[in-house]
């Protein structure tokens, strides 16, 4: 039995990262970690955002208000904006179905529209505002790409819910190239890692995986 990731995610990559080890408890030993408050806070807003825009729903929850414009504006688009899709790609970054046999990387949208040439792709955060972002904002500027042949530009918007602002990514066609070298290369590691070794750091201490915390990493 192969020991190595058959497929990965922007949240797995993230993770092998800070700890192969994580990743291997977590995606290859079966050994799921349980939702927190913050989590389960997040998917619930999440939620809400999805159904206010999919079903045109007359009411704007109290969570969407701090940005308020910005989801009257989706709302007003109607079926232009396409809400909560599931993206996947194969091996050969060709698009296929979310859990098939091909399944190489998965990205989760949660809304984007096309205008003309140009691709919106919207991400809802919630909680703390952090810097680390950009990884995930040109993975899935070139997903963006792939996946319609005609756009020529990429917008990538992070919505901070929580605390009501929007950063905004752009990306060209003429970048895909480079793009597609550069995560190659970026999970070329991750994806041979049979060892997953651990990293302990001052983060083991919130790990659910940690021996503090009676789980099954040494550390």
Request: charged residues 25%; proline residues 5%.
């Amino acid at each position: 039995m192969s020991r190595r990731l058959r497929s990965w995610s922007y949240s797995t990559y993230k993770t092998w990262k800070q700890c192969p080890r994580k990743v291997k408890l977590s995606k290859i030993d079966g050994i799921k970690e349980p939702g927190s408050p913050a989590t389960e806070r997040g998917e619930a807003i999440h939620k809400e955002a999805e159904l206010y825009i999919a079903e045109h729903q007359a009411v704007m929850p109290e969570s969407l208000k701090p940005l308020a414009a910005q989801f009257q504006e989706l709302w007003e688009r109607g079926a232009e904006v396409h809400p909560e899709e599931e993206w996947a790609v194969n091996r050969d970054w060709q698009f296929t179905g979310w859990n098939v046999k091909d399944t190489w990387l998965r990205a989760k949208l949660d809304a984007y529209y096309v205008e003309g040439s140009t691709l919106t792709l919207i991400d809802y955060k919630t909680g703390k505002v952090y810097p680390d972002h950009a990884g995930q904002v040109a993975l899935y500027a070139l997903l963006g790409f792939l996946k319609f042949n005609h756009v020529e530009t990429v917008n990538v918007q992070l919505w901070y819910l929580d605390q009501g602002f929007i950063k905004e990514d752009s990306f060209d066609l003429e970048e895909v190239p480079d793009m597609l070298k550069q995560w190659e290369y970026a999970v070329a590691n991750m994806l041979v890692d049979e060892e997953f070794a651990p990293r302990p750091g001052p983060y083991c201490r919130w790990c659910f995986y940690s021996k503090a915390k009676n789980g099954n990493c040494e550390f």
